[in-house]
C-alpha cells in the first residue's frame, strides 16, 4: 500500500482547462460587425447564455465554429465575442438559436 502512495506522489497530474456546457439564451448583434470585403468576414456581438459562467472564459464552440470571447465575466450571464473567418455572415447567424448547445473553454 505504500508502494503505491510513493507512486501517486511522483507522478505528475495533467490539468485540464476549465470548460461548460451551456445553451444560448438571447443574442444581439452588434450592427456594423459584418465586414468581408476583401478577406475573411468579421462579426461581434453579445451572447446572454442560461447558467452564469463558472470561470474567465476565452473562446466558445458553437456548430463546430469557435468564437473568441472579448468579455465575459465569472459568475456572469453576458458574453461579447467575436468571430473571424470564412463562413457567411447567414451561416454564423443561424447558429445562434435559443437553446443552441455551447462549450466554453
Request: aromatic content about 8%; proline content about 3%; hydrophobic content about 45%.
Amino acid at each position: 500500500m505504500h508502494d503505491d502512495a510513493a507512486r501517486d506522489a511522483a507522478t505528475p497530474r495533467v490539468s485540464q482547462a476549465p470548460s461548460q456546457e451551456d445553451a444560448v439564451a438571447a443574442i444581439q448583434w452588434n450592427t456594423s460587425s459584418a465586414v468581408a470585403e476583401t478577406g475573411p468576414l468579421t462579426m461581434s456581438g453579445t451572447l446572454t447564455v442560461k447558467v452564469a459562467l463558472a470561470a474567465s472564459f476565452t473562446a466558445f464552440v458553437l456548430g463546430g465554429i469557435v468564437f473568441k470571447i472579448s468579455r465575459a465575466a465569472a459568475g456572469g450571464t453576458t458574453v461579447e465575442f467575436s468571430y473571424s473567418g470564412r463562413e457567411s455572415v447567414d451561416a454564423v447567424k443561424s447558429l445562434f438559436t435559443v437553446g443552441a448547445k455551447l462549450l466554453f473553454s
